[in-house]
């Protein structure tokens, strides 16, 4: 069945570490994003992926990295450079068009200890 | 720019219907979404509703458009205990390939 994985589902990090998130999509959508969730927050745009090999920087993308070079693989480094990195981590993807909107992966809740 | 408006609570009892309702500004918005979330989980696609339509039924759900008003709703005919969730409203403009705008949330309680 085609979707979107991200794993691991729950991640710890002490300060000062970077940390990678995975997130595979074999949906063969050319599109991805990377959301981060905080209570009563909504959804913030951290970046986003049109094509291999480039990406944008979405609203708060200050303490973040990514890289796309497959279309399936989208990870995202959360750097110590992020000063409140607990949050739930959100990775969907999409046609580059269209009705469709998007496919959410489930979710990889980073908490710093 | 860009903002999509929605209230954040929003309390039903089981069997009668929820509203949902969210607000717009880009009047060049092309389709509008409506996905749920549930608690620890992602983001689950319910139904969308291209921006030439005023009304799109699938089921127990009914998305009602103004365009007018840019004013969206989502209808949920007898509500169930499993309705309970966060609803967020999101479009997409004619600006290109520009990411998605979200709203912040609708979180739904139902009473039973």
């Known amino acids: 069945d085609g979707g979107i994985t991200q794993s691991p589902k729950y991640l710890f990090r002490k300060e000062g570490q970077n940390v990678t998130l995975s997130c595979e999509q074999n949906l063969n959508h050319d599109a991805m994003y990377w959301y981060r969730q905080d209570p009563g927050q909504g959804l913030r745009l951290i970046y986003y992926?049109?094509?291999?090999?480039?990406?944008q920087k979405g609203d708060i993308a200050e303490g973040y990295s990514v890289s796309r070079e497959k279309k399936e693989s989208f990870p995202l480094t959360v750097t110590s450079a992020q000063k409140n990195p607990t949050a739930f981590y959100l990775c969907a993807s999409s046609p580059p068009r269209g009705q469709w909107g998007y496919t959410f992966g489930s979710g990889t809740r980073l908490t710093v200890v | 720019g860009e903002d999509v408006e929605q209230s954040l609570f929003l309390s039903v009892r089981e069997g009668d219907s929820s509203v949902i309702n969210c607000t717009y500004t880009?009047?060049?918005?092309?389709?509008l979404y409506w996905y749920k979330q549930e608690p620890g989980a992602g983001l689950q696609l319910l139904t969308y509703?291209?921006?030439?339509?005023d009304m799109k039924q699938d089921q127990r759900l009914t998305v009602l458009l103004n365009k007018k008003d840019k004013h969206l709703s989502l209808r949920i005919a007898d509500t169930q205990t499993g309705d309970s969730a966060i609803y967020f409203c999101?479009?997409?403009?004619?600006?290109?390939?520009?990411?998605?705008?979200f709203g912040k949330g609708t979180r739904l309680s139902v009473i039973a």
């Open positions: 999101a479009e997409r403009t004619n600006s290109g390939n520009t990411p998605l705008v």
């Open positions: 880009d009047s060049s918005s092309t389709y």
């Open positions: 509703i291209f921006s030439n339509m």
């Open positions: 992926s049109q094509i291999v090999n480039d990406f």
